[in-house]
């Protein structure tokens, strides 16, 4: 149970391009979901806290408008890049639970390459 | 604010050693402390939890961490590893806001590399 499933696992694209990332929870509702970022050989950073039906919340430095998230029903939280940039090239990990006081639950990423 | 400190970026052991991996975290409020794994590729995987209670929490597959308040350290051991234990492990704490799972402080991250 609880799994997290994220799409695509890989994506490269040209500059100025936009990307879609989708987070889904599979066998249960995510009332919040967490948006990560990690570059090579470092730790992960978080970067938006989404909860169901409101405006994410985003971490100091996170351009809202460049990491657009959306998470608009219990199941599913997307992450769009806009006018991506060799800069945001990155891992990008989303993580689910069904409450304040539950675990977390990782997707398995998505790896963003950006020519 | 909180922030979380693991000593060794890389650890290379060889096959049914011993392992330690450092975990030292700075908070003002109560905390609760997580060792995460990651595989190549993959996401984080939840490896064990202190929340309250007992210490010393085990996992599974035979590690354990012991939460030490006043040198304010959560080191993660295994008595003896395999080869499959090789992976990048990551320390996180959340705290404040009355939740025991909320906002996740990482780790920089610790690559255990068992060796046959």
């Known amino acids: 149970g609880a799994v997290v499933s994220q799409h695509p696992s890989w994506v490269i694209c040209k500059s100025g391009t936009s990307v879609k990332i989708e987070c889904r929870s599979l066998?249960?509702?995510?009332?919040?979901m967490f948006w990560y970022r990690q570059f090579p050989k470092q730790s992960l950073m978080l970067m938006a806290t989404?909860?169901?039906?409101?405006?994410?919340?985003?971490e100091q430095g996170v351009e809202k408008d460049k990491f657009l998230i959306n998470h608009a029903s219990l199941t599913l939280s997307t992450l769009t890049v806009t006018s991506a940039h060799p800069e945001d090239s990155s891992f990008y990990i989303c993580?689910?639970?069904?409450?304040?006081?539950?675990?977390?639950?990782f997707g398995d990423g998505t790896r963003l390459s950006i020519l | 604010a909180q922030s979380v400190t693991q000593l060794d970026s890389q650890v290379p052991v060889f096959e049914e050693a011993p392992v330690e991996l450092r975990c030292n975290y700075s908070?003002?409020?109560?905390?609760?402390l997580f060792w995460y794994v990651q595989y190549p590729n993959q996401g984080l995987q939840l490896l064990l939890k202190y929340l309250s209670g007992s210490t010393l929490v085990e996992s599974i597959n035979g590690f354990e961490a012991e939460f030490n308040k006043s040198q304010t350290s959560f080191h993660l051991r295994k008595p003896s590893v395999h080869i499959s234990d090789t992976a990048e492990y990551f320390c996180a704490v959340s705290g404040g806001g009355g939740t025991s799972y909320g906002k996740l402080t990482f780790g920089q991250g610790t690559i255990l590399t068992v060796h046959p």
């Open positions: 908070s003002s409020v109560s905390v609760y």
């Open positions: 066998d249960f509702q995510a009332t919040t």
């Open positions: 993580s689910a639970q069904t409450g304040s006081n539950q675990p977390q639950h």
């Open positions: 989404s909860n169901e039906g409101s405006k994410a919340t985003y």
